[in-house]
């Protein structure tokens, strides 16, 4: 791997989260140098070697790193990973976003179903007005609706915004994990005609 020379990292009890093929998990920092970090465990199964992203705040931006699990600490508590990349600025838009004027349902990890707005809907995933609390981290699924046709995309809550007034309502951000290919063309495609 390249030596890192960049010194944009995130800071020993700053949040990062860690994309892996099970989800997005936060972990607090515990210690970041150049080439390794170390932060505390999380609830997925890592074997070393396995490549996962790191996507953390600093400068009033988001970064993203690609990193290898170097090690897993089970007994102490703590994961090392071994940074494969410098940190690059992430750009939270990466695809084009759209209204969505159809209904929605949303449906939790309970089985409930809820109708709910979206909004700022594109390939990667959308915007949506929740009622209640959902965590960073919560496997969801959200049922879109067109002209009779309902296209379940499965997701996995990224950011959650919430009214300190108001634990009852906010807004939360789910990332498509794992969309199937039928159902990502049929997506493109009613995005084309709105």
Do not use: K
């Not at 099970?22 to 210690?31: D, L, N, S, T, V």
């Not at 290898?68 to 494969?84: M, N, Q, S, T």
């Not at 995309?153 to 939360?172: I, Y």
């Amino acid at each position: 791997m390249a030596q890192i020379t960049n010194t944009v990292h995130p800071v020993r009890g700053d949040t990062v989260r860690i994309v892996t093929d099970q989800g997005i998990f936060p972990a607090r920092m515990f210690e970041g140098r150049r080439q390794r970090w170390t932060t505390e465990l999380i609830p997925a199964y890592l074997t070393p070697r396995q490549r996962v992203i790191l996507l953390f705040w600093s400068a009033e931006r988001p970064w993203r790193v690609a990193a290898e699990v170097e090690r897993c600490r089970y007994d102490l508590g703590f994961l090392v990973f071994r940074i494969a990349t410098p940190p690059t600025a992430s750009d939270p838009r990466q695809h084009p976003r759209f209204p969505w004027p159809w209904p929605a349902d949303l449906y939790l990890p309970d089985g409930q179903a809820v109708a709910v707005p979206v909004s700022d809907l594109s390939l990667g995933g959308c915007r949506v007005t929740v009622p209640g609390s959902c965590l960073v981290g919560a496997r969801l699924v959200i049922g879109l609706r067109q002209g009779g046709e309902e296209l379940l995309l499965p997701s996995v809550v990224v950011w959650r915004q919430f009214a300190p007034s108001s634990r009852d309502q906010g807004q939360v951000g789910l990332m498509f994990v794992n969309l199937a290919r039928p159902d990502r063309a049929v997506l493109a495609s009613w995005l084309q005609s709105i």
